[in-house]
């Protein structure tokens, strides 16, 4: 699976305003319904809030993978925001997050959202990503980094 099939500019964020996770969640899945990628603006805040009430989604390093399933949700749905400042973000290494992929899927098909998390994690592991994508300005640019990476 690549990423990068499931992004375009309407779903990337550079300069996200938010300084906590609640902020955060609120802000990319407005970014989500503005690009008509969900209808149900609650019950996907709600999908994201219960799995991070189950433990973080900040995996450390700098990135957070908030998602989850829901009923409203059609296809595997992503989004993904870059913070200059860091966002608060109970991650597991205490760090702010700077890197923000949000994944939504379908409540009966787990394969996508599976292997979508496999391929964040392989890429965030990847040597240079963390900061190409960070010090990235635009959108555009953004996917340029994922196009190349993957």
């Given at each position: ?11 990337v ?7 906590d996770?609640?902020q955060c ?10 690009a008509?990628?969900?209808?149900d603006?609650?019950g ?23 998602h989850?399933k ?27 997050v700077?890197l ?14 599976v292997?979508?998390?496999?391929e ?16 990235a300005k635009?959108?555009r ?8 990476e993957?």
């Amino acid at each position: 699976m690549r990423l990068r099939d499931l992004l375009d500019e309407s779903v990337v964020k550079v300069g996200l305003k938010g300084r906590d996770k609640e902020q955060c969640f609120e802000e990319m899945i407005d970014l989500l319904v503005a690009a008509g990628r969900i209808a149900d603006r609650a019950g996907a805040l709600a999908a994201i809030r219960q799995r991070e009430a189950q433990g973080t989604t900040g995996i450390g390093q700098g990135v957070g993978i908030p998602h989850g399933k829901h009923a409203s949700i059609p296809t595997l749905t992503a989004a993904l925001g870059i913070s200059e400042r860091g966002i608060e973000f109970e991650s597991i290494d205490g760090e702010k997050v700077r890197l923000v992929f949000v994944l939504l899927a379908r409540v009966d098909d787990p394969g996508p959202h599976v292997r979508a998390l496999a391929e964040i994690a392989r890429l965030v592991q990847t040597p240079g990503f963390f900061r190409k994508l960070t010090d990235a300005k635009s959108p555009r640019e953004v996917l340029e980094i994922l196009d190349a990476e993957e």
